[in-house]
């Protein structure tokens, strides 16, 4: 199927998010191909509503257009869905995966509500659509449990460059990880390591950088750092520019995550492709986000993830063979293979049509 218009729905639009800034490339993309391309939300954002409909704008596109995909990030709860479930056109799922209601419930019981939302509304979008795109095959599997078998794994783009002026590395030997500020990230792992760490790298950093409004969290984090007497050792820089963002990554000596659940992993890749070398915890979609390109652990007590950032930082050999690794690995996923995997993915659905 050549496709006239393919308009994307998403609960909202926020610049510098993983979902926001695909969702903004993949319109780029569409236009260059002369496709007709809207972004509809379910709630505005004021940084970006000038980029975006409500989704009740669409009622004045042709109810019955064949030649009109509708594309649905899925990623939480939104009355988008119910939306887009009472529509005729072609819908294609792109699932981001979300995070699991348990991982959040003592923290935000709304949240947790709506995640348990966001995972009925799943099944019936599973079984409205005729194919989804997911960013893994972890993803994937998900929805293939959902009896949507029609998936194809389209990872997201990385392009994060390295800026013009020169970056040194910090004085201080210092670990980065980068992710918005919530529970299923497990930032008190990495602290709890920290505070291990330091007996033997007495002058090492910790630096999180990503959004910090999950208040509840975030206010158990800082309190941890304070009991820990890590104030001098843990900074929370809150979100940051891309610039900002490039110099981090290529200030820090090491990348550490050691998530409990993410989807894909758009910050490793990040690290990888500015040569830095990258310690994950293998859970969800990290090792297939990884490769053989890092240092995969299966256990993130303090001691054991402590000694394998001393080991890192400490020895030159390894950490010079995974930042080659990481490097080659990250190239793999440039935004000409993400294009040319999109597109072939939303042109294979003429077999699938109403």
């Known amino acids: 199927m050549i496709w006239d218009s393919v308009h994307q729905f998403v609960p909202t639009l926020i610049k510098g998010d993983a979902i926001g800034d695909y969702t903004l490339w993949?319109?780029?993309?569409?236009?260059e191909k002369n496709i007709s391309s809207e972004i509809f939300v379910s709630l505005e954002n004021n940084e970006t509503q000038n980029l975006t409909h409500s989704f009740n704008e669409m009622e004045g596109l042709s109810h019955h257009s064949k030649n009109t995909l509708l594309l649905y990030h899925v990623a939480q709860a939104s009355t988008c869905a119910q939306f887009i479930l009472d529509r005729a056109e072609p819908l294609a799922l792109?699932?981001?995966?979300?995070?699991?209601?348990?991982?959040?419930?003592?923290?935000?019981?709304?949240?947790?509500?709506?995640l348990?939302?966001?995972?009925?509304?799943?099944?019936?979008?599973?079984?409205?659509?005729?194919?989804?795109?997911?960013?893994?095959?972890?993803?994937?599997?998900?929805?293939?449990?959902?009896?949507?078998?029609?998936?194809?794994?389209?990872?997201?783009?990385?392009?994060?460059s390295k800026p013009v002026m020169t970056v040194k590395p910090l004085d201080d030997p210092t670990i980065l990880f980068v992710?918005?500020?919530?529970?299923?990230?497990?930032?008190?792992?990495?602290?709890?390591?920290?505070?291990?760490?330091?007996t033997k790298i007495p002058n090492v950093k910790v630096r999180f950088v990503?959004?910090?409004?999950?208040?509840?969290y975030y206010s158990y984090l800082t309190k941890l750092v304070s009991q820990l007497a890590l104030e001098d050792v843990v900074t929370f820089?809150?979100?940051?520019?891309?610039?900002?963002?490039?110099?981090?990554y290529l200030?820090?000596?090491?990348?550490?995550?050691?998530?409990?659940?993410?989807?894909?992993?758009?910050?490793?890749?990040?690290?990888m492709k500015l040569g830095l070398p990258v310690i994950a915890y293998n859970a969800a979609a990290v090792p297939e986000t990884l490769g053989n390109a890092g240092l995969l652990i299966n256990n993130k007590s303090p001691i054991i993830v402590a000694t394998a950032i001393e080991r890192v930082i400490t020895d030159q050999n390894l950490s010079k063979s995974m930042t080659a690794a990481g490097e080659q690995r990250a190239a793999k996923f440039s935004e000409n293979y993400t294009a040319s995997k999109f597109f072939s993915a939303i042109n294979s659905m003429g077999d699938y049509e109403n």
Do not use: M
Not at 242 to 248: C, G, R
């Open 116 to 160: 348990l939302s966001a995972e009925r509304e799943l099944k019936l979008l599973a079984e409205r659509a005729q194919i989804a795109i997911c960013d893994s095959s972890y993803n994937a599997s998900r929805l293939n449990g959902l009896g949507l078998t029609n998936t194809s794994v389209v990872p997201l783009p990385i392009r994060i």
């Open 179 to 198: 992710g918005r500020i919530a529970p299923n990230k497990a930032f008190q792992d990495i602290i709890a390591a920290a505070a291990l760490l330091r």
């Open 26 to 31: 993949l319109r780029k993309k569409l236009l």
């Open 94 to 114: 792109i699932f981001h995966n979300f995070t699991p209601s348990e991982q959040v419930i003592n923290w935000d019981g709304a949240l947790a509500s709506d």
């Open 237 to 248: 820089t809150g979100r940051v520019t891309e610039t900002q963002l490039a110099t981090e």
């Open 210 to 216: 990503g959004d910090t409004s999950f208040t509840s």
């Open 251 to 271: 200030s820090a000596q090491v990348f550490c995550c050691l998530s409990d659940h993410e989807g894909f992993g758009v910050p490793i890749l990040e690290a």
